[in-house]
């Protein structure tokens, strides 16, 4: 559930109409609803009750400063994948305790950045980052908190782009030989040993196979406890899928994750991390496009709209659906007709939508791309030259600007011409 709704006819992010905030700000832009991401998070949170944990929200998702601040003050943890994600929970108030450090390929400068600034763990991912990590923390003369990221071997079954839990990814350590790398980084001065990780990829839209996963590292925890290892912690990474596409999905629930985690690892008393993204920030937010034309092509007709793919790569880039609905409800039992909903880029992959039903809808028209919140304008670039879009965050009856939209004149000054031109 989230709370973009039809009121008075007109689609509402909580209380504040679409078209009043598109009237001052401008199309297209991202609009983020405070309530639906508190209650996701919330969801998740309940989901773990009677468990040691932290909910950390994996702001690649959606890294606005506004976002990581909310998220911060109901409590949440956050899972950052580079340094620039680091500074920014930092900038919104995360303390280092509450921040979680994942990604394939930390620098030694990132992990020297994070353990002076102060961090909850690192989930290690390689042999050759453990060695350069424990030689960071020797030179601060500290012990870096870690889990290795585990890789069980599951198939995730989900898009093969998003998919990070089978051997042949590059992801984390395989299952079955990290016991020798326990033992090598428990021998180490600048190492401290607290749990296992793992994360098998975004969107699943079934248990099973978090399920496997989760039984694996259920496994390993009690072979490591026999080798003499303390583990206290099991971060089990995100990945939990949204109904994109309302009329015919429904992923299984953040209480049934729950229930599946305390039956697969409740047992072992360990403080529980999860890293949703996508679940808390994906339907907490709409990106809101103005239509420039209808172009009545050979056999079929094209919605030209102000939004493109920089601005929402997911259709171009996973041939994911997004929901588009017109922001002025349409009246019951109106006519609707597939249209192809596109972009104004230069490329033929610059499509939302092939063939969609919509009903009429011409110059001016405002639309809404659902469930955009998360992955929308954190992979969103200037392609075309075309100003990233502004964020706005609705609270009740209130909106702000949370990211503006930058000028030209700022976009064309960001790069520099050399004097021997
Ligand atoms: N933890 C780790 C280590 C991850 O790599 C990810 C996502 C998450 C947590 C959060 O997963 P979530 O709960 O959001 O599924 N750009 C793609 C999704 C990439 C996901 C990358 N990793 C998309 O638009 O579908």
Redo the contacts with the bound molecule.
């Keep these: 559930m989230d709370h973009f709704l039809y009121k008075n006819g007109v689609l509402h992010a909580e209380d504040v109409s679409v078209s009043e905030i598109a009237a001052q700000v401008g199309t297209p832009f991202y609009v983020y609803s405070a309530a639906t991401l508190t209650r996701h998070f919330k969801l998740f949170d309940e989901a773990l009750e009677g468990m040691d944990h932290l909910v950390?929200f994996?702001m690649?998702?959606n890294s606005n400063l506004a976002v990581l601040k909310l998220m911060g003050e109901l409590g949440a943890g956050i899972?950052v994948?580079s340094i620039g994600e680091y500074l920014k929970a930092k900038a919104a108030g995360l303390p280092g305790d509450r921040i979680v450090f994942?990604?394939v390929g930390k620098t030694r400068w990132e992990m020297r950045q994070a353990l002076e600034g102060g961090i909850r763990q690192f989930?290690v991912e390689s042999e050759p980052e453990l060695e350069a990590l424990n030689e960071v923390a020797t030179a601060l003369g500290v012990k870096a908190p870690i889990a290795l990221?585990v890789n069980p071997d599951v198939d995730a079954k989900t898009?093969a782009?998003?998919a990070?839990g089978k051997s042949e990814n590059k992801?984390g350590i395989p299952i079955a030989t990290c016991r020798d790398v326990y033992a090598r980084a428990a021998a180490m001065e600048g190492i401290d040993v607290v749990g296992i990780?793992v994360?098998i990829?975004?969107?699943?839209t079934q248990l099973e196979p978090f399920e496997l996963a989760f039984t694996k590292v259920a496994e390993l925890t009690e072979a490591l406890r026999a080798d003499g290892h303390n583990i206290r912690r099991l971060d089990l990474?995100?990945?939990?899928?949204i109904p994109y596409e309302r009329s015919n999905e429904a992923p299984p629930l953040p209480v049934e994750y729950g229930d599946m985690i305390r039956r697969t690892v409740g047992h072992l008393g360990c403080e529980i991390e999860i890293?949703?993204?996508?679940?808390?920030?994906?339907n907490a937010g709409i990106l809101v496009s103005s239509v420039i034309y209808l172009k009545h092509g050979e056999g079929r007709d094209f919605l030209i709209v102000d939004a493109a793919m920089n601005d929402l790569?997911?259709p171009s880039?996973?041939d994911?659906y997004h929901d588009i609905v017109p922001v002025e409800e349409p009246v019951a039992g109106a006519e609707q007709a597939p249209v192809d909903v596109v972009g104004p880029i230069c490329e033929t992959g610059d499509t939302f939508a092939k063939g969609r039903n919509m009903p009429a809808l011409g110059e001016g028209d405002l639309v809404a791309f659902r469930s955009a919140g998360?992955?929308?304008a954190?992979?969103a670039s200037e392609y075309n030259s075309r100003p990233l879009v502004p964020e706005v965050l609705v609270k009740d009856d209130q909106f702000a600007v949370i990211r503006a939209r930058p000028s030209f004149d700022e976009m064309i000054n960001r790069d520099t011409i050399p004097v021997w031109l």
Excluded: W
């Design positions: 950390c994996a690649k998702s899972d994948v994942s990604g989930n990221r898009h782009k998003i990070t992801f990780d994360h990829g975004s969107q699943l990474g995100g990945g939990l899928g890293e949703p993204g996508r679940l808390i920030s994906g790569v997911r880039m996973y994911a998360a992955y929308g954190v992979m």
